[in-house]
């Protein structure tokens, strides 16, 4: 192959590099915690930042991964603060510490349509496909249903496997929020939710615990009436020994009041049907013993756990004892751990460990995390077609020279 063969070769590899190097998406790089917090405010809260001094990002990594930001204008300030779940965030809240709203690139129109921009905003922002399933819920939501909405007395919707519940937390209705929680066959689940916060239709705080690869293992197969049945077999053969040794039994158990409530717990990394049964008793026990509780699983009727309780809490809990003689308050503690135990939660700050400045322009950081692997697979992509593209025209180029 000449010269001039070899030329042609190589201008079409690059040729071809270069048209997948315009494939890779932009703004696919990994973003800190700063500036994720950075792009929210601008891309998704529409926050005016040129009208804002900033203080921060102060960072902090204890519980959960934190960044906060101190913004100041002559109309007020605000604190904004921003927590991380693996890399999600997890929850947003802008404090007005003037009491004065903060202030948007584009003034707000009303509560429902800024709602309803702000998750198609986030939506963008996350490419959360978990998300879209509760904008279309919003398409149900009327004017008028809102205006009917009071402090004490919510709306409430179903789709699917999606309960969307609406509040106003004053008599105004100038604060209202908008929470979805999952819901699977009739059970909700409240530790997934995604919940925002509205005050006069500016956003105020995001709540976004949603697990989308929560695994739901079973359906309900116990009904509540056999859950109370199995319930009332299994108390009236149990049993606590109290410090001094004595042990309380014979148990006389109130027909009514029975509570029950329906969750869902995690086993085996999957969520099942949880009953918990709280049965009365006719008289107060030793320890001021007033109720049984018994849990058990809402798909195969086992108990995993038996408890008495009253006033003060359970009697002595090293003396607290099941029908198989184990210690009760050991099994109720691993029973009754909720699947959303990992979520985060607020705590007291630490010492900030990294200052810098605020950026004001709109940030390709709106782009997800999921992307960030892409400009590798695309490379290697490029790579193999540009390999198997110079084979061939090499080939060819050798006929031809024959």
């Known amino acids: 192959m000449n010269t001039l063969n070899r030329i042609s070769v190589f201008v079409c590899a690059m040729i071809l590099v270069l048209t997948f190097v315009q494939m890779v998406p932009h703004g696919s790089a990994v973003l800190t915690p700063q500036e994720k917090t950075a792009a929210f405010l601008n891309d998704v809260v529409g926050l005016d930042m040129a009208r ?8 902090y990594t204890s519980p959960t991964e934190t960044v906060m930001y101190y913004l100041g204008s002559s109309e007020g300030d605000l604190r904004v603060e921003c927590e991380f779940w693996s890399g999600k965030i997890s929850w947003f809240k802008i404090y007005r510490l003037n009491h004065t709203l903060p202030i948007l690139a584009q003034p707000a129109n009303n509560t429902l349509e800024d709602v309803e921009a702000f998750l198609d905003r986030y939506q963008s922002f996350i490419q959360g496909s978990y998300l879209l399933p509760m904008r279309k819920m919003l398409n149900n939501v009327t004017h008028e249903m809102i205006d009917d909405i009071t402090e004490y007395k919510p709306l409430k919707l179903l789709e699917g496997e999606l309960q969307l519940q609406i509040i106003k937390y004053d008599n105004e209705g100038n604060k209202i929020g908008f929470w979805w929680t999952q819901c699977v066959s009739g059970i909700i689940i409240p530790e997934n939710d995604v919940g925002l916060v509205f005050d006069r239709g500016i956003f105020e705080m995001l709540g976004d615990h949603w697990d989308p690869d929560a695994k739901v293992g079973s359906d309900i197969k116990v009904s509540e009436e056999e859950a109370i049945r199995i319930a009332r077999e299994r108390a009236q053969n149990y049993s606590y020994t109290m410090g001094d040794n004595t042990i309380v039994s014979n148990f006389k158990i109130l027909d009514e009041p029975v509570f029950t409530e329906l969750t869902m717990m995690n086993r085996d990394g999957a969520l099942y049907p949880f009953w918990q049964i709280r049965l009365c008793l006719a008289e107060v026990y030793p320890g001021l013993v007033t109720e049984i509780r018994v849990s058990l699983w809402g798909d195969t009727g086992e108990i995993t756990s038996i408890q008495a309780v009253g006033s003060l809490g359970s009697p002595s809990s090293d003396g607290i004892t099941s029908l198989d003689g184990t210690n ?20 007291p700050r630490s010492e900030p460990q990294a200052t810098a400045s605020i950026s004001t322009e709109s940030s390709p950081s709106a782009q997800p995390d999921n992307n960030a692997g892409l400009p590798l697979i695309y490379v290697i992509v490029a790579t193999a077609v540009s390999v198997i593209a110079i084979s061939f025209i090499a080939v060819v180029l050798k006929r031809r020279s024959k």
């Open 52 to 59: 804002y001094s900033s203080s921060g990002p102060h960072y």
């Open 328 to 347: 009760t308050a050991e099994q109720t503690d691993e029973a009754l751990s909720s699947p959303s135990a990992s979520q985060p939660t607020a705590s």
